[in-house]
Structure formats: C-alpha cells, structure tokens
C-alpha cells in the first residue's frame, strides 16, 4: 500500500497470497501505521514472478464499499464520475524543447488540477508543476503547458493531471518534436 498517485509504487508490503487456478483472491489487509490518517490510499498487487501487476485505491473510512462509495466532497465541484469513467486526455500538438498543448475530457467539473511534466516512464509521478488547469462546467479543458528545461532533448515527456479534491488523475506522454 501506498499514498495515492503513486500506484502503490514504493510503498509498504502489507501482505502477500498465491492467485489459485482462476486467477482470484479475495483478502483483507491491515493499513500500515504510515498510511493511517490519509484520506485515499492506493494498494498494489505485484507478482513476485512475472512481474505483472494491478493497483487501485480506496477511502479510508470506517464501512467503506466502493460501489456505494462518493467521492464528493463540501465545495462547489462536481467530484464525482459515474463507474468505469476516468478523466482522459489527447496531446494535440508540441513544439521542441518548448511545449505541447492538451486536451482533457471526463475530468470531475469545476475541479483543480495540478499539471505535472517528467521524464518518459515516470507518469510524471515527481514532475516539474508546471501549472494548474480548471476543468469547468463540462469537465473539459485545452491548455498548452511549456517543457521544463529539464527535459529538453528528452524524445519522449509524461505530462499528469492530478485532482486537488479528489482523487481522480490522468497521465500521458508524447513525442519532443
């Protein structure tokens, strides 16, 4: 388990089980005592031979169940995405070493979110903040972000967009030309 945005990556060894023949588990784990007072964490399961994973992220709260869960909370935004719906992005262009510009659609409405730009590989996790967009009424957006110096001459960049009252995120990439 791990703070949410980090996909669980880096984060604490809560436990561990065998998938069975069908592939299933069902288990419960104890939040380690880092992780104790956060509002979201991620959990990762991870094989220990194939190296395939999957992770999510729940509330931390007493009887949470996330098909009845909400994420909403007191303010003026619509925090809330139906099931099955994630905040998604398209690079419409970039210039060299310069900038590139986005769209996002399926983002929570009239929500703030961080603009993070890295290194290709790092889902921009520990990125350069290089802005901050509103998604608005509809949820959707067009800005154009400038590339860290950092990166320059880098072929591919990761641009991510992480929500600053939910947990909801969107991550990207696109190639330096």
Same mark, same amino acid.
Not at 97 to 104: I, K, R
Not at 116 to 142: K, M
């Given at each position: 388990?791990? %703070?949410?945005?980090?996909?669980?990556?880096?984060?604490?060894?809560?436990?561990? =089980?065998?998938?069975?023949?069908?592939?299933?588990?069902?288990?419960?784990? @104890?939040? *380690?005592?880092?992780?104790?007072? !956060?509002? =979201?964490?991620?959990? %990762?399961?991870?094989?220990?031979?194939?190296? &395939?994973?999957?992770?999510?992220? $729940?509330?931390?709260? @007493?009887?949470?169940?996330?098909?009845?869960?909400?994420?909403?909370? +007191?303010?003026?935004?619509?925090?809330?995405? *139906?099931?099955?719906?994630?905040?998604?992005?398209?690079?419409?262009?970039?210039?060299?070493?310069?900038?590139?510009?986005?769209?996002? $659609?399926?983002?929570?409405?009239?929500?703030?979110?961080?603009?993070?730009? /890295? +290194?290709?590989?790092?889902?921009?996790? /520990?990125?350069?903040?290089?802005?901050?967009?509103?998604?608005?009424?509809? /949820?959707?957006?067009? !800005?154009?972000?400038?590339?860290?110096?950092?990166? &320059?001459? +880098?072929?591919?960049?990761?641009? %991510?967009? @992480?929500?600053?009252?939910?947990? =909801? $995120?969107?991550?990207?990439?696109?190639?330096?030309?």
């Amino acid at each position: 388990m791990g %703070r949410v945005g980090t996909n669980g990556i880096g984060g604490f060894v809560v436990g561990s =089980y065998n998938s069975g023949d069908d592939g299933t588990t069902y288990g419960t784990y @104890e939040i *380690p005592g880092q992780l104790q007072g !956060e509002q =979201y964490i991620a959990i %990762r399961f991870q094989s220990k031979t194939t190296g &395939h994973f999957a992770y999510d992220f $729940f509330s931390n709260i @007493e009887g949470y169940n996330f098909a009845n869960s909400n994420v909403q909370t +007191a303010g003026t935004g619509d925090w809330t995405l *139906p099931y099955g719906t994630y905040p998604n992005t398209v690079i419409n262009s970039s210039v060299l070493d310069t900038s590139v510009t986005v769209s996002g $659609f399926n983002f929570t409405k009239n929500d703030t979110y961080n603009v993070y730009i /890295g +290194a290709f590989g790092t889902q921009a996790i /520990g990125g350069v903040l290089v802005g901050t967009i509103n998604s608005g009424n509809l /949820g959707t957006f067009t !800005e154009t972000f400038d590339v860290p110096a950092g990166l &320059h001459g +880098a072929a591919q960049i990761a641009i %991510r967009f @992480e929500s600053q009252n939910t947990v =909801y $995120f969107a991550y990207d990439y696109w190639q330096n030309q």
